[in-house]
């Protein structure tokens, strides 16, 4: 339609917000560009899904760069493009099914500029390397069935963690998880290697967001570690890709979203007491503390995941391994140069003290993290 090219003509290739009144000028003055402007946005989305993104991906960054009112149109693009398939890939419909109900209601050139700012970051996404396949790409993978009642379990009891106002609860009831975790990872493997072999490694990704987003990513990188996967950590998108099986893909996601509720809590009142003492040094502080978190998470959560393997004796050693090799190779061929970043020492001792005392409640295992080096103790 005329209209709709004109405005994307002065607002989509131009930088500017003179540009952008101009093609919101455009499209507020032709209410019957409507569908058209849908179908132009549908299309937008599917590009994105071309070039390796999927919905929670971009959902992320508009919610990082722009505002809710495009997040809700985007929503409502994204439902529309996918409900064009009968199956879609794994995870997709949980990305799906999390997007806002509500559509944005504005006027017509309040809501004609919003579209434009959002079809402006649609149109400069990059490429990145796909976590899976696309709608409509053939091979899907296996159809999601459900949660498997181990990972029911684990998810109450982090949900319980989270909850509670007695860090000596929440520290039982995490290692209690982390361990049913690791027993968990362990049965997935044995049943595999009892099995064809013709499961492979997948990948997912998850938020990684500022501020303090590289001691997040680090806490990240040990949480995937522990749970035998690889995490690859993409600071200017705000994700980290992780590559592994998917029943420990799915464990990485539960553990390090509870982790980084109960590290953020425990930060904020050891901050407060600081605070009330007299000391004023919050950033300091706060980086300090989560660094000090994710480093020592890292020691605890290996030691439980070593002491759970310990008990299936030598016969899980070839399982493990064979695992291990599948998930490097896979994570290689995704990102095969990656950049490895040794993190800036801190200055609070204070902060780096309270956040090893809160990974210590917090709980047990992991490896110092392959692509990111906490610093030494200050």
Request: net charge negative; aromatic share 6%.
């Amino acid at each position: 339609m005329e209209a709709v090219d004109r405005a994307f003509a002065a607002a989509l290739y131009t930088e500017g917000d003179a540009a952008l009144d101009t093609g919101a000028s455009l499209l507020a003055a032709a209410p019957d560009t409507d569908a058209e402007l849908a179908l132009r946005g549908r299309e937008f989305v599917r590009r994105a899904w071309d070039r390796g993104w999927q919905p929670a991906d971009v959902v992320r960054i508009v919610r990082r760069d722009l505002d809710e009112p495009h997040v809700r149109i985007l929503s409502g693009l994204i439902r529309d493009e996918l409900g064009r398939y009968e199956r879609l890939p794994a995870r997709w419909q949980g990305q799906l099914d999390e997007l806002p109900d509500e559509a944005w209601r504005a006027d017509r050139f309040s809501y004609a500029t919003a579209v434009l700012e959002l079809y402006r970051l649609l149109l400069a996404l990059p490429a990145i390397e796909p976590a899976g396949p696309a709608p409509g790409a053939g091979v899907l993978g296996p159809p999601v069935h459900g949660e498997p009642k181990m990972l029911g379990r684990i998810r109450a009891l982090l949900a319980k963690a989270e909850a509670t106002g007695f860090p000596e609860e929440a520290e039982a009831l995490s290692a209690k998880a982390q361990e049913l975790m690791a027993r968990h990872s362990v049965d997935e493997a044995l049943l595999a290697g009892r099995g064809p072999g013709d499961e492979v490694p997948g990948a997912c990704r998850i938020g990684v967001d500022a501020p303090y987003e590289t001691a997040k990513a680090i806490l990240l990188d040990a949480v995937a570690s522990a749970n035998h996967c690889r995490a690859v950590w993409n600071a200017e998108l705000g994700f980290s890709t992780v590559v592994g099986f998917e029943a420990d893909l799915e464990a990485v996601e539960l553990l390090y979203t509870s982790l980084l509720v109960q590290g953020t809590a425990a930060m904020t009142k050891a901050e407060a007491a600081q605070r009330a003492g007299g000391r004023k040094r919050t950033k300091t502080f706060r980086q300090s503390f989560l660094l000090a978190y994710a480093g020592r998470l890292g020691d605890l959560l290996a030691a439980t995941a070593r002491d759970v393997e310990a008990e299936f004796g030598s016969s899980l050693l070839p399982v493990l391994a064979t695992r291990a090799v599948a998930v490097a190779g896979r994570a290689e061929e995704m990102f095969p140069r990656t950049v490895s970043t040794r993190v800036r020492g801190v200055f609070d001792e204070s902060g780096w003290r309270d956040g090893r005392a809160a990974a210590d409640r917090a709980h047990r295992a992991s490896p110092q993290p392959r692509e990111l080096r906490p610093p030494a103790h200050p």
